[in-house]
């Protein structure tokens, strides 16, 4: 009962699609989807979401978090910061780290890395979902993060 309760509440947190990025080091700003955005139905899903904060001495927080109450099956969660110059090249992956879940529930992925100056960053998540018993992929989904300027 403690497990379902404490995902309905992660879930109910999550919906909120409460992604915040920072332009200034230690102020939080928060951005919640309008009402004109269209969020994405998942099968095996209940949430998944990339955040991303400015530190102190050149360094950023990056989050990538899911939700899911389905048993029997693999999750593989990448957590990327991406970055980019605005010339034509576009997003570029800077750093990258993976973790696989077997665990049903809400779980994530926290990386400081640090982030030199001129350019714009952004957290990328992608999450692949597989069937424990095949390995054959049933749901991917991916999300990114508002942008900083550094």
Request: aromatic residues 12%.
């Amino acid at each position: 009962m403690k497990k379902i309760l404490a995902f309905m509440l992660s879930l109910v947190m999550m919906s909120m699609c409460c992604i915040y990025a920072s332009a200034e080091s230690n102020t939080e700003t928060f951005e919640l989807m309008s009402d004109s955005e269209a969020s994405p139905r998942y099968t095996h899903l209940g949430a998944v979401s990339a955040g991303i904060k400015e530190k102190a001495l050149g360094f950023v927080l990056c989050e990538s978090t899911y939700a899911c109450m389905h048993e029997n099956y693999t999750f593989v969660l990448t957590c990327t910061l991406q970055r980019t110059d605005g010339s034509a090249a576009g997003w570029q992956t800077y750093k990258t780290t993976t973790e696989t879940f077997l665990e049903l529930g809400t779980n994530g992925i926290t990386e400081t890395w640090f982030a030199p100056a001129g350019y714009a960053y952004r957290t990328f998540t992608t999450i692949v979902i597989k069937n424990s018993r095949t390995g054959k992929v049933v749901e991917t989904a991916t999300c990114d993060s508002p942008v900083i300027y550094k």
